[in-house]
């Protein structure tokens, strides 16, 4: 079976500093791995590179259509949520109540709370069709009921045969072998 995302001898340099080097990473259908360690160790940098964003010094990396949440919110503040979760394309409305946000289809984006713009951004990468889901902190903003309703949806996703990284030092609920990054 074909990995949804490869790392092959990748090294990373971000202001100067080697942030990693020889990282070999295979991410396949049904996967989740969770990218721990200090502020600083390159938990971000690595999603960021494994979505395009950045380019590594050497090594390669393939990579299969991904989604990315992180701190941009990446919706139109303006718009009611439905509408500007839309933008992305695929259906919405079903991602919105797996995360328990339905409710707030026709509510405007700017306002809503920190917490239901993170599950706004999880609800965004859910609804893109999406194989490879990168999660930059996914439970910072949730309460429990979000990160319940968060650890659910990733279950599904990869019952479907989607594959998850996530950085993230706080632990994450169900299966996560966990590859462990040093400052």
Same mark, same amino acid.
Request: one cysteine or more; aromatic letters at 4%; hydrophobic letters at 45%.
């Given at each position: 079976?074909?990995?949804?995302?490869?790392?092959?001898?990748?090294?990373?340099?971000?202001?100067?500093?080697?942030?990693?080097?020889?990282?070999?990473?295979?991410?396949?259908?049904?996967?989740?791995?969770?990218?721990?360690?200090?502020?600083?160790?390159?938990?971000?940098?690595?999603?960021?590179?494994?979505?395009?964003?950045?380019?590594?010094?050497?090594?390669?990396?393939?990579?299969?259509?991904?989604? #990315? %949440? $992180?701190?941009? !919110?990446? *919706?139109?503040?303006?718009?009611? @949520?439905? =509408? /500007?979760?839309?933008?992305?394309?695929?259906?919405?409305?079903?991602?919105?109540?797996?995360?328990?946000?339905?409710? #707030? %289809? $026709?509510?405007? !984006?700017? *306002?809503?709370?920190?917490?239901? @713009?993170? =599950? /706004?951004?999880?609800?965004?990468?859910?609804?893109?069709?999406?194989?490879?889901?990168?999660?930059?902190?996914?439970?910072?903003?949730?309460?429990?009921?979000?990160?319940?309703?968060?650890?659910? @949806?990733?279950?599904?996703?990869?019952?479907?045969?989607?594959?998850?990284?996530?950085?993230?030092?706080?632990?994450?609920?169900?299966?996560?072998?966990?590859?462990?990054?040093?400052?």
């Amino acid at each position: 079976m074909k990995p949804l995302l490869r790392f092959q001898g990748v090294a990373l340099r971000r202001g100067g500093r080697l942030l990693f080097d020889g990282l070999d990473l295979v991410l396949g259908p049904g996967e989740a791995l969770q990218v721990a360690g200090p502020n600083g160790s390159g938990k971000s940098s690595l999603l960021r590179l494994a979505a395009g964003l950045l380019r590594q010094e050497c090594g390669r990396v393939e990579r299969s259509p991904l989604a #990315l %949440a $992180d701190d941009a !919110v990446a *919706l139109d503040r303006e718009l009611p @949520l439905s =509408r /500007a979760l839309r933008f992305w394309g695929g259906s919405p409305e079903r991602a919105m109540d797996a995360l328990g946000i339905a409710f #707030l %289809a $026709d509510v405007p !984006v700017r *306002l809503l709370s920190s917490g239901q @713009l993170k =599950r /706004a951004t999880i609800a965004r990468v859910a609804a893109s069709g999406a194989t490879l889901w990168l999660l930059d902190e996914p439970l910072n903003g949730l309460d429990a009921d979000g990160a319940q309703k968060l650890a659910l @949806l990733v279950e599904r996703h990869r019952a479907r045969g989607g594959a998850v990284l996530a950085a993230s030092h706080q632990p994450l609920a169900g299966e996560w072998p966990r590859l462990k990054l040093t400052a």
